[in-house]
């Protein structure tokens, strides 16, 4: 069974940082594309950061290009979301997600699923 423990969340002042982390078991984050989605309250689940199983050049929603970072710990078999400059704007819970094939950045391509955290950025 597929599983995930995410950690990372939490509050921050705007311009400030958080690293959050998503460890998985029972597979090889490897063979898998990998991504990092967030929900804000009404609002649809976007995909903010993915990276395919073959590592090519990672995808960014554009809020967050150039301040987000999507890697990958082989060793640990666990994904990260760097997050830098944060704003107010990205106060949501985010979720980490996995999918054998996960072909482009959106809900429906990616099969399973993190229990998600929260991250407010406010002063």
């Known amino acids: 069974q597929v599983q995930f423990v995410e950690s990372g969340g939490g509050l921050v002042q705007p311009g400030g940082s958080l690293r959050l982390s998503c460890a998985a078991s029972?597979?090889?984050?490897?063979?898998?594309?990998i991504g990092w989605f967030r929900q804000s309250p009404g609002q649809e689940r976007e995909g903010v950061a993915c990276?395919?199983?073959?590592?090519?050049?990672?995808y960014y929603a554009d809020s967050v290009k150039g301040r987000f970072t999507i890697s990958k710990d082989s060793a640990e078999n666990t994904m990260y979301l760097q997050m830098d400059s944060l704003e107010p704007e990205d106060t949501a819970v985010y979720y980490c997600?996995?999918?054998?094939?996960?072909?482009?950045?959106?809900?429906?391509?990616?099969?399973?699923w993190g229990q998600g955290t929260q991250v407010t950025v406010s002063s």
């Open positions: 029972e597979f090889s984050l490897d063979y898998f594309s």
């Open positions: 997600a996995a999918d054998p094939l996960g072909m482009a950045c959106g809900v429906k391509f990616f099969g399973f």
């Open positions: 990276l395919t199983r073959d590592d090519s050049t990672p």
